[in-house]
């Protein structure tokens, strides 16, 4: 399975803006369908958005669409998420994940993705 790293988190206040990275590791990531998932405390952990493998199509939830951008940059084996307009409801920990199935779609569901990073913590002040 593929090694991911998250970095980029840390403490914003509201209205700030993040970029979170997403390094992996190998020399399939240009085949891998990629997404982002949070989790705060005491909540399940819930989708954010994905991007196909070759980076063409996104998706997003409605919680943050319009506000965070993803991204994939097949030749430095890294995907980002751009955050802006941050609020303190976007605080929770951040997840990387990838589908290491070679050319294949993925979803809004956790099941869609085999590996996954220890994620960044981002955290919005009101």
């Known amino acids: 399975q593929v090694q991911l790293v998250e970095s980029g988190g840390g403490l914003v206040q509201t209205g700030g803006s993040l970029q979170l990275s997403c390094a992996a590791s190998g020399r399939s990531f240009s085949k891998y369908g990629m997404g982002w998932f949070r989790q705060a405390p005491g909540k399940e952990r819930e989708f954010v958005a994905t991007?196909?493998?070759?980076?063409?199509?996104?998706y997003y939830a409605d919680s943050v669409k319009s506000r965070f951008t993803i991204s994939k940059d097949n030749a430095k084996n890294t995907m980002y998420l751009q955050i802006t307009s941050l609020k303190p409801e976007d605080t929770a920990v951040y997840y990387c994940?990838?589908?290491?199935?070679?050319?294949?779609?993925?979803?809004?569901?956790?099941?869609?993705?085999?590996?996954w990073g220890q994620g960044t913590q981002v955290t919005v002040s009101s």
């Open positions: 994940a990838a589908n290491t199935r070679a050319f294949s779609a993925v979803g809004r569901s956790r099941a869609s993705f085999d590996s």
């Open positions: 991007i196909s493998w070759g980076g063409g199509s996104t």
